[in-house]
């Protein structure tokens, strides 16, 4: 898989110096070339995979705790690089999370690799778990920072939960991203998906009206 | 499980006249008895169904035309009933419906049997057509008329299409009740997102500032 190649391996958990970052991309490249061939996830032994790089298996222990970190940075490598926040605003950072968001949805798609490592990583509770410490909680948590950010800036309203409103931006992004996989992903959505929903739904006409609840 | 006992079948592929309801809901009673047993969807054959309900063949090919649609009604039954609209304004329209998806989410949580049936409904792609045809798109089509009755009657924006308006309000809802199992659900949930989408993110004091894209 070119991505794999293309790009060093980001793993939090792998302890190589520099010059053995040439072992750790072979490591991580014979999983993707087993998960090509077809097999399991579950079958993916820490033995099978030293074999298919041709090391020791203390090389590939040396380097992540188990099956699981490896895995996560396997994905890793294969997902769109980290957001680059340009900073300038909330709005300007949430789009550009937003977008990382849309880009990896677009890549699972086109990838049959990527889309069956999801599929089979949420059937693993080791691996999901591992794959939601180190990729999901931190995104989650960044992503709650910018909103607390935009909440003191006065770029965001003090009144409503943050968890809330992290939810409101990424569960549309979500729901056409993970959940309906046939959904529309165009250019630009990211854009009108964050100005919508901190303008809200109410026509501009009538922004000061209150709902009948509150 | 009382659920399936306490309501009528709704299964709008059933052809049974009212006195046939009982062998409806024997039938349906015989799947979830099966389920309950553990017995795996994709073992679940209409000769076994037709056995543990006492009944023919004939009789459950004459009410549904095969496995996945009687499964729906299943499912169906299961689920909580469709919401009351109160049509005392569009906004109160969406609450009912987003109170019904977080009411689905928390029966989903307290029962093994609902949250057994979805995950392996959703590995079966027949069946989750078969559900999706008759449960989820009939919902979308209800919730985006009500969106369009809301921009005809000026209760929303008229500028932003309804299908993302749509998703905007579904999406945080699926994320907390389907993609997030330990999410909070509390009372009050679905009035305060509805509230929140429809008013937007930014201070209150400053509604009408337009965001730098636009």
Not at 7 to 22: D, I, Y
Not at 74 to 88: F, H, K, M, N, W
Not at 106 to 122: C, F
Not at 153 to 181: I, K, Y
Request: aromatic share 2%; no cysteine; proline share 7%.
């Amino acid at each position: 898989m070119s991505l794999a190649e293309s790009r060093p391996v980001r793993g939090g958990s792998a302890k190589g110096r520099p010059r053995s970052e040439a072992v750790e991309r072979a490591i991580v490249e014979a999983v993707v070339k087993l998960l090509e061939e077809g097999v399991p996830l579950s079958e993916l032994s820490i033995e099978r995979i030293a074999r298919t790089a041709g090391v020791g298996k203390a090389t590939i222990y040396r380097r992540w705790r188990g099956k699981e970190e490896l895995f996560v940075d396997v994905v890793r490598a294969a997902e769109p690089p980290d957001a680059d926040l340009p900073g300038t605003s909330m709005r300007d950072d949430l789009v550009a999370l937003m977008e990382q968001l849309r880009r990896r949805g677009l890549m699972t798609r086109s990838s049959v690799l990527l889309h069956d490592v999801y599929a089979q990583m949420k059937s693993s509770p080791k691996i999901w778990a591992a794959y939601h410490a180190t990729v999901v909680e931190p995104r989650r948590r960044l992503q709650v920072e910018i909103l607390r950010r935009g909440q003191r800036n006065g770029e965001l309203r003090a009144d409503v939960d943050v968890e809330l409103m992290n939810d409101l931006l990424v569960g549309p992004m979500l729901l056409r991203t993970v959940m309906r996989p046939d959904a529309d992903l165009p250019e630009g959505l990211s854009e009108l998906l964050v100005d919508t929903v901190l303008d809200g739904l109410r026509p501009v006409s009538s922004p000061s009206v209150s709902s009948p609840s509150s």
